[in-house]
């Protein structure tokens, strides 16, 4: 599937551009159209080589998703439910404005499965390493209760207070540390280089 970028205006005639996922420009023109869009201009993006999708394949570290990546997707899903934007779209929407690739790739991939008739929840559950397992679920019973924008925005809340308190027990660990790290060093240095200088000089004088 093709990715263009796409110039068009909305109902009150404001400038709208960004990209989208297609076969054709005509498929992206008829998305366009179902979102109220009208297209002005719609052009191919020229795709990342081989070797720089290999790179990120081989280097997944690097682009690690992290909570705070959940959180904002949480925060912006909600809103766009909320809205009344279709579930395929508000993805596309957030998998154009996203910037790690891992991330990107998920989202894509879920917009995919979504726009085949499958329900969100078991369409990011194809994505464990993305999307906790606790998460999935969730938003299997939101979908069932029609209630996802709450359901995403308690799962946003209950993440925000995790990571928040991992970075309080992060905070009081951090003296202890530094100071078991200080003294370990400090005896390492008189056992490797003070202890066999004195030995050294006390052997000299026979004592």
């Known amino acids: 599937m093709a990715e263009f970028h796409f110039q068009g ?4 005639g404001q400038l709208i551009q960004g990209n989208r996922e297609g076969e054709t420009a005509a498929i992206v023109a008829s998305l366009l159209n179902a979102e109220g869009i009208i297209p002005i201009q719609i052009n191919p993006i020229k795709m990342r080589n081989t070797a720089s999708l290999q790179w990120e394949t081989a280097l997944p570290f690097l682009n690690k998703i992290t909570t705070t990546d959940i959180i904002m997707f949480c925060r912006q899903m909600g809103s766009l439910y909320k809205a009344g934007v279709p579930l395929n779209i508000a993805i596309l929407r957030l998998a154009e404005a996203a910037r790690n690739p891992r991330f990107i790739t998920a989202l894509k991939g879920i917009y995919q499965l979504l726009s085949n008739g499958k329900p969100l929840a078991s369409a990011m559950q194809n994505y464990p390493a993305v999307f906790p397992f606790f998460m999935v679920q969730l938003i299997r ?21 995790q990571d928040n308190n991992l970075k ?33 000089f006390y052997s000299s004088l026979h004592a």
């Open 9 to 12: 205006r909305d109902n009150q």
């Open 141 to 161: 019973v939101g979908e069932t209760s029609a209630q996802l924008d709450v359901i995403f925005q308690q799962i946003a809340e209950y993440l925000e207070l």
């Open 168 to 200: 309080r027990i992060k905070t009081v660990f951090r003296y202890p540390l530094l100071v078991i790290t200080s003294i370990t060093i400090g005896l390492i240095i008189i056992n490797v280089f003070v202890m066999p200088a004195f030995a050294k």
